[in-house]
């Protein structure tokens, strides 16, 4: 509970100090509007304002940072229509883009405050130092240096402690960043200032408002080809993390930790303070996934379960103290700004998304419309999730009522007929021993196979063994078994980066494995095996190959049909379940070549195709 409060001390603090500085702003703002003078030009005034406007909605990117090009205009309405123009102008402006991108109120009033209080500060410094600079031969453009400098100092002294107190961390790479971005601006600010100072002296004539429209168009062009490249770079960041985010669900989507594979790309995807992802499996809302400012030890309550089934659409709350709706508990004090995805697939609700922030009416349009997208994209996984369990719910019952028939039809039946001989060795004991012995020996040849078949169910129904210790370590053990029992020479090895696999792909691969060497062991009379296990880049990979007599591929298949145990065809079947192919090579006196092909669907990258076979 301490952290919480911790955090809300800091917003607030983070706020008055915005406060202050807004009232500080506002102040200096009336004071300037007490001295207004009518605009020298109109139409010069009008285009540096609707320049600064532009420039200011549409700030270039620099070094993984943004900062607008404004100052070479704003410079520009100083010089020619003085102090008091130029803070009233520059505050407008700022006013109304931030108005135009919706800004939080705090926002609206604080930016055009601290730019006030900077442009007024650096005025003011700069002219501390005229005395010095007045010696220089060139010391308009000292005073130009001078000015841009104490400009940007401030500005970003403002910033900085504003972002410095608030609760959200500010490292020393996040301020790297701005401090380089705001130089580089400031450098560009010099620098076109120069050549305008430079092209000033040059008496080419008088300078009228084509003049200034074509000298600062350059930079406004600037501005907005920035943005734009931008904006799309962002776009595609942002599909580029959606594809990522579906190419790891894909991935994992059979494994336990099918959810957490997705938060390396959310961050990417969008950039938020807290993200929960609730899931409702059998009737229950469970947390499968939560990041940034959450608790995760508060669990939804019966008001909160109810909100959540009644939602059927996007929510979204850009600030809570505003808006009457559901928070819930879990998330942070010091979040304001939320957006509820209900996750709902053919009209039934699957789970909720939801994701927040610290500031208010943080949440633009493309925020929403991602986090919707994101929604979607997790009820198609969780949906397809579900599918997979029922599936192996529906194997497992199959496998069962195999089982269940091999009993009855053969063990059942072989008990059932021992019993019926013994009873008849029993009355027939006295008067005919030799007979009743011969019906003796008989029934426990019977009991003894019966015996070992109800011992390989036992073992059918105990948990399976890749299960327990996975896919490799169960082909590694049965190899240890066949070569202590057997004594042939079985050759393994994996290649490749190993992949998660669903329990119901492991077994078919197992099994597949298992009736392989099996059979080589009954039938093919081989002296050596080799095993691999391949993990390509669309495919994993089984191959089990011998030099053993081989067999006709065509009488097997035969044969397959009238035996009733795991043979080629139920090879076959199981392979089929898992959507893999299962090619069987074989010649007589060539020994056997046994591959199951299961493929990796959305999975990028990878290993390189395994094209070689296993060496001899």
Same mark, same amino acid.
């Given at each position: 509970?301490?952290q919480p409060?911790?955090?809300?001390?800091?917003?607030?603090?983070?706020?008055?100090?915005?406060?202050?500085?807004?009232?500080?702003?506002?102040?200096?703002?009336?004071?300037?509007?007490f001295?207004?003078?009518?605009?020298?030009?109109w139409?010069?005034?009008?285009?540096?304002?609707?320049?600064?406007?532009?420039?200011?909605?549409?700030?270039?990117?620099?070094?993984?940072?943004?900062?607008?090009?404004?100052?070479?205009l704003?410079?520009t309405?100083f010089i020619?229509?003085?102090?008091?123009?130029?803070?009233?102008?520059?505050?407008l402006?700022?006013v109304?883009v931030?108005?135009?991108q919706?800004?939080?109120l705090?926002?609206?009033?604080?930016?055009?405050?601290?730019?006030?209080?900077?442009?007024?500060?650096?005025?003011?410094?700069?002219?501390?130092?005229?005395?010095?600079?007045?010696?220089?031969?060139?010391?308009?453009f000292?005073?130009?240096?001078?000015?841009?400098?104490?400009?940007?100092m401030?500005n970003?002294?403002?910033? +900085?402690?504003?972002?410095?107190i608030?609760?959200?961390?500010?490292?020393?790479?996040?301020w790297?960043?701005?401090?380089?971005?705001?130089?580089?601006?400031?450098l560009?600010?010099?620098?076109?200032?120069?050549?305008?100072f430079?092209?000033g002296?040059?008496?080419?004539?008088?300078?009228?408002?084509?003049?200034?429209?074509?000298?600062?168009?350059?930079l406004?062009g600037?501005?907005?080809?920035s943005?734009i490249?931008v904006?799309?770079?962002?776009e595609r960041?942002?599909?580029?993390?959606?594809?990522?985010?579906?190419?790891?669900?894909?991935?994992?989507?059979?494994?336990?930790?099918?959810?957490?594979?997705?938060k390396?790309?959310?961050?990417?995807f969008?950039?938020? +303070?807290?993200?929960?992802?609730?899931?409702?499996e059998?009737g229950?809302?469970?947390v499968?996934?939560?990041?940034?400012q959450v608790?995760?030890d508060?669990?939804?309550?019966?008001?909160?379960i109810?909100?959540?089934?009644?939602?059927?659409?996007?929510?979204?709350?850009?600030?809570?103290k505003?808006?009457?709706?559901?928070?819930?508990?879990?998330?942070?004090?010091?979040?304001?700004?939320?957006?509820?995805?209900?996750?709902?697939?053919?009209?039934?609700?699957?789970?909720?998304?939801?994701?927040?922030?610290?500031r208010?009416k943080?949440?633009?349009?493309?925020?929403?419309?991602?986090?919707a997208?994101?929604?979607?994209?997790?009820?198609?996984?969780?949906?397809?999730?579900?599918?997979?369990?029922?599936?192996?719910?529906r194997?497992?019952?199959?496998?069962?009522?195999?089982?269940a028939?091999?009993?009855?039809?053969?063990?059942?039946?072989?008990?059932?007929?021992?019993?019926?001989?013994?009873?008849?060795?029993?009355r027939?004991?006295?008067?005919?021993?030799?007979?009743a012995?011969?019906?003796?020996l008989?029934?426990?040849?019977?009991?003894?196979f019966?015996?070992? +078949?109800?011992?390989?169910?036992i073992?059918?129904?105990r948990?399976?063994e890749?299960?327990?210790?996975?896919?490799?370590q169960?082909?590694?053990?049965r190899?240890?078994?066949?070569?202590?029992?057997?004594?042939?020479?079985?050759?393994?090895?994996?290649r490749?980066?190993?992949?998660?696999?669903?329990?119901m792909?492991?077994?078919?691969?197992?099994?597949?494995?298992?009736?392989?060497?099996?059979n080589?062991?009954?039938?093919?009379?081989?002296?050596?095996i080799?095993?691999?296990?391949?993990?390509?880049k669309?495919?994993?990979?089984?191959?089990?190959?011998?030099?053993?007599?081989?067999?006709?591929?065509?009488?097997?298949m035969i044969?397959?049909?009238?035996?009733?145990h795991?043979?080629i065809?139920?090879?076959?079947?199981?392979?089929?379940?898992i959507?893999?192919?299962l090619?069987?090579?074989?010649?007589?006196?060539?020994g056997?070549?046994?591959?199951?092909t299961?493929?990796?669907l959305?999975?990028e990258?990878?290993?390189?195709?395994?094209q070689?076979?296993?060496?001899?």
């Amino acid at each position: 509970m301490g952290q919480p409060s911790h955090l809300q001390k800091k917003e607030k603090y983070a706020k008055w100090f915005m406060y202050v500085v807004s009232i500080v702003g506002l102040g200096a703002l009336g004071w300037m509007t007490f001295q207004l003078t009518s605009p020298n030009n109109w139409w010069v005034f009008l285009l540096l304002a609707f320049f600064i406007v532009v420039t200011e909605y549409f700030p270039i990117a620099i070094w993984k940072g943004f900062t607008s090009l404004s100052f070479p205009l704003l410079y520009t309405l100083f010089i020619n229509e003085g102090l008091p123009i130029a803070v009233v102008t520059y505050a407008l402006c700022i006013v109304l883009v931030n108005m135009i991108q919706r800004r939080p109120l705090r926002i609206i009033f604080f930016n055009p405050s601290q730019l006030i209080i900077s442009l007024i500060g650096a005025s003011v410094l700069a002219r501390l130092f005229q005395e010095q600079i007045m010696q220089i031969e060139l010391y308009s453009f000292g005073y130009i240096l001078v000015l841009t400098l104490f400009f940007y100092m401030i500005n970003n002294l403002l910033v +900085d402690l504003v972002l410095l107190i608030r609760p959200q961390p500010y490292t020393f790479n996040l301020w790297r960043k701005k401090f380089t971005s705001e130089t580089i601006s400031a450098l560009i600010s010099i620098a076109y200032i120069g050549i305008m100072f430079y092209i000033g002296n040059q008496n080419r004539g008088v300078i009228d408002v084509f003049s200034y429209f074509f000298f600062f168009s350059p930079l406004v062009g600037l501005a907005l080809l920035s943005s734009i490249i931008v904006r799309l770079q962002a776009e595609r960041n942002r599909m580029t993390a959606l594809f990522d985010i579906s190419t790891e669900l894909n991935k994992w989507l059979p494994t336990k930790d099918w959810v957490h594979s997705i938060k390396p790309s959310l961050n990417k995807f969008i950039d938020v +303070d807290a993200s929960v992802l609730w899931v409702k499996e059998e009737g229950e809302w469970i947390v499968r996934f939560e990041n940034g400012q959450v608790q995760n030890d508060r669990p939804l309550s019966n008001q909160e379960i109810a909100d959540f089934e009644s939602f059927q659409d996007i929510v979204v709350y850009q600030n809570k103290k505003n808006e009457s709706g559901l928070i819930p508990s879990c998330f942070n004090k010091a979040l304001n700004a939320f957006v509820f995805a209900p996750i709902i697939l053919e009209g039934k609700s699957l789970g909720m998304f939801a994701v927040a922030r610290s500031r208010t009416k943080s949440f633009r349009q493309e925020d929403i419309q991602s986090v919707a997208t994101l929604a979607n994209q997790l009820a198609v996984a969780i949906k397809t999730r579900m599918l997979i369990f029922e599936q192996e719910k529906r194997t497992v019952l199959e496998e069962r009522n195999r089982i269940a028939r091999d009993i009855h039809d053969g063990v059942a039946q072989s008990l059932a007929g021992a019993v019926m001989k013994l009873e008849t060795a029993h009355r027939k004991f006295y008067q005919k021993p030799a007979e009743a012995n011969g019906i003796i020996l008989d029934s426990l040849d019977k009991l003894r196979f019966s015996l070992k +078949d109800i011992r390989e169910s036992i073992y059918a129904l105990r948990p399976y063994e890749t299960e327990r210790v996975g896919l490799k370590q169960a082909i590694i053990k049965r190899i240890d078994v066949v070569k202590r029992d057997f004594g042939l020479d079985i050759r393994f090895e994996e290649r490749g980066k190993q992949i998660s696999l669903s329990p119901m792909v492991e077994k078919v691969m197992f099994d597949t494995f298992q009736e392989s060497v099996q059979n080589t062991i009954k039938h093919a009379g081989a002296t050596t095996i080799s095993v691999l296990l391949s993990y390509q880049k669309e495919h994993v990979l089984l191959k089990v190959t011998d030099d053993g007599v081989g067999f006709s591929l065509l009488d097997a298949m035969i044969k397959a049909k009238k035996d009733p145990h795991f043979g080629i065809l139920s090879m076959n079947e199981q392979a089929e379940k898992i959507e893999a192919s299962l090619q069987i090579d074989s010649k007589e006196r060539e020994g056997t070549e046994i591959t199951l092909t299961i493929p990796k669907l959305g999975l990028e990258g990878g290993m390189d195709h395994d094209q070689r076979l296993v060496s001899g």
